[in-house]
């Protein structure tokens, strides 16, 4: 069973930057098929971006396409998250999460495994 520790998020303003972390413990991130969601204030949660265990193939939201990259350091047990040109409704607490299965997937049920979140908030 792993364990899921985010941190990075903040207050930026829009056009702005930053990088979100998931440190893993317990078992090797490279185990498990990984992945970002995010809530929005008074919304559901949404799935941001994924990188699968196989062949490290990612996937991401239309939403930040372009913008977001998902990352992992097997050699840190460490995701990563780079959001660059941030906007105001990128506003979320973003969490990320784990599945034992080998393909992406954008579906939250599908991942057994989940952090506490962080706070990401773009100002206008």
């Known amino acids: 069973q792993v364990q899921l520790v985010e941190s990075g998020g903040g207050l930026v303003q829009s056009g702005g930057s930053l990088r979100l972390s998931c440190a893993a413990s317990g078992r090797a991130v490279s185990s498990y098929t990984m992945g970002w969601f995010r809530q929005p204030p008074g919304k559901g949660r949404e799935f941001v971006a994924a990188?699968?265990?196989?062949?490290?193939?990612?996937n991401y939201a239309d939403s930040v396409k372009g913008r977001f990259t998902i990352s992992r350091d097997n050699a840190k047990n460490t995701l990563y998250l780079q959001m660059n040109s941030l906007k105001p409704e990128d506003t979320a607490v973003y969490s990320c999460a784990a599945r034992e299965g080998g393909i992406t997937s954008a579906t939250p049920f599908m991942y057994e495994y989940w952090g506490q979140g962080t706070q990401v908030t773009v100002s206008s």
């Open positions: 990188i699968s265990r196989s062949d490290s193939s990612t």
